[in-house]
């Protein structure tokens, strides 16, 4: 097991009778880029609000870095939470230095940390003058002054139109490669698997599944079949290994198999026993559907 970042116990947010958050455990290792994932309302900023030390959790606790309080370890977690609060008619560099005075990081930071989010040649341009993009990546640079060890990034691509989603991407993707732990949430399932190493999937305020991207996220191969004999056909499929599923779509078969299935492999084991396809078309399941049976199940 890894050094472990934050370790959360049954952290719980109510709301009067509303529970926010429920009861929830999660551990986050070193180097791990942690994407959060729910729809709307399901309690990622709650959560993160809770460990960010902004929100007072109702029950459970969280220790960052095996040890308490979190007041210890501020300087060491660089966060954006909700919309970054900026002087619109003041220039970003100059905006830079109120962050450097209030985090005590020293001023040769700001072009360091300008020149790291693409944005050092508009150093001087006001902040009202800055694109969308251009605010939520000083924002960033804003959360990299102190040079923290982790970042915690809400919902930090949204709102952004497609090239600034992709360049907000490819900067957090470059920072964790320098091995910073980053915690990140979305409720898109698609931003999750491009940046993420690890999700845990939230539906109103509770942890569905939590692990590592790939084992979580397996997405079924699927296939509509046919054969001049629909008895043989299904017979050939029932004691087939890869088969998750199969029911009748149309005039056609509808074959569920397991991950990276490929035709000729189901061709194949149904060759071998005696049956012989006269149609064959692969589906893939698009990711937002299977993270939406996720949630929805
Ligand atoms: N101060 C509050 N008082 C009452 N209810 C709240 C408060 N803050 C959040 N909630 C409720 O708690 C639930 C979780 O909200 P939260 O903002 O954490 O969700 P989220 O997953 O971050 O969603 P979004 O992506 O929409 O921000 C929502 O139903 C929200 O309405």
Not at 28 to 48: D, H, R, W
Not at 64 to 84: D, M, S, V, Y
Not at 160 to 188: F, V, Y
Request: with cysteine; glycine share 8%; net charge negative.
């Amino acid at each position: 097991m890894g050094e472990k970042v934050i370790e959360i116990n049954g952290l719980t947010k109510k709301y009067g009778n509303f529970t926010a958050v429920n009861q929830l455990n999660l551990t986050i290792e070193k180097g791990q880029v942690y994407g959060i994932l729910g729809p709307n309302g399901s309690g990622k900023t709650t959560t993160l609000g809770m460990i960010l030390d902004v929100i007072n959790p109702t029950s459970g606790s969280y220790t960052w870095f095996e040890t308490k309080p979190f007041e210890n370890h501020r300087n060491n977690i660089g966060a954006i939470l909700e919309q970054p609060i900026f002087y619109p008619d003041l220039s970003a560099y100059r905006n830079l230095e109120i962050s450097c005075a209030i985090k005590k990081a020293p001023l040769e930071r700001i072009d360091l940390v300008l020149e790291r989010v693409g944005l050092l040649d508009r150093k001087n341009s006001k902040f009202s003058a800055y694109s969308l993009g251009m605010k939520q990546r000083l924002a960033l640079a804003s959360a990299l002054l102190g040079d923290p060890d982790v970042l915690v990034l809400d919902e930090p691509t949204n709102g952004l139109d497609p090239q600034g989603i992709n360049q907000m991407r490819e900067l957090i993707k470059g920072i964790a490669s320098e091995g910073k732990t980053i915690i990140i949430s979305s409720h898109l399932l698609d931003e999750i698997q491009k940046t993420c190493t690890h999700v845990a999937i939230l539906r109103k305020g509770t942890l569905l599944k939590a692990g590592e991207i790939g084992e979580l996220i397996k997405t079924p191969t699927s296939f509509e079949i046919n054969a001049i004999s629909r008895d043989a056909l299904l017979e050939g499929l029932k004691n087939c290994p890869f088969v998750l599923s199969h029911e009748e779509r149309g005039d056609h078969i509808l074959v569920v198999c397991e991950t990276n299935t490929t035709g000729s492999q189901l061709n194949e084991y149904l060759a071998s026993k005696q049956v012989y396809l006269s149609h064959l078309n692969k589906f893939k399941i698009s990711l937002e559907e299977e993270f939406l049976n996720i949630v929805n199940n």
